[in-house]
């Protein structure tokens, strides 16, 4: 079994900053990206950003793009997102989400494991 769970949300006023972090445990399984996703109230989940567990790349959605930053430490099994700027549309449910194909890495059903999400609050 793998687990991933998320840390880092909370509150904070249009124009700060937060950071998410995602660690990863369990059963080892070659793993081709991790990802970021959002779901508001009423909305479905969208692709925030992800990066491939090996290399460079990394991928953004066009509202975060220059805001929102991912990373990974790989001998931690954990993942980062650095938000700044954040603006009340940013609001969300936060998940992070591991893929072991990388093939559509901003498609949620790429993806093989979740975790449970974090709050994230961004109040105007």
């Known amino acids: 079994q793998v687990q991933l769970v998320e840390s880092g949300g909370g509150l904070v006023q249009a124009g700060g900053s937060l950071r998410l972090s995602c660690a990863r445990s369990g059963r080892t399984f070659s793993m081709s990206a991790m990802g970021w996703f959002r779901q508001a109230p009423g909305k479905e989940r969208e692709f925030v950003a992800a990066i491939r567990w090996s290399g460079p790349t990394t991928y953004y959605a066009d509202g975060v793009k220059g805001r929102f930053t991912i990373s990974r430490d790989n001998a931690k099994n954990t993942m980062y997102l650095q938000m700044n700027s954040l603006k009340p549309e940013d609001t969300a449910v936060y998940y992070c989400?591991?893929?072991?194909?990388?093939?559509?890495?901003?498609?949620?059903?790429?993806?093989?494991?979740w975790g449970q999400g974090t709050q994230v609050t961004v109040s105007s």
């Open positions: 989400a591991a893929d072991r194909s990388g093939i559509y890495v901003s498609r949620a059903y790429e993806y093989d494991y």
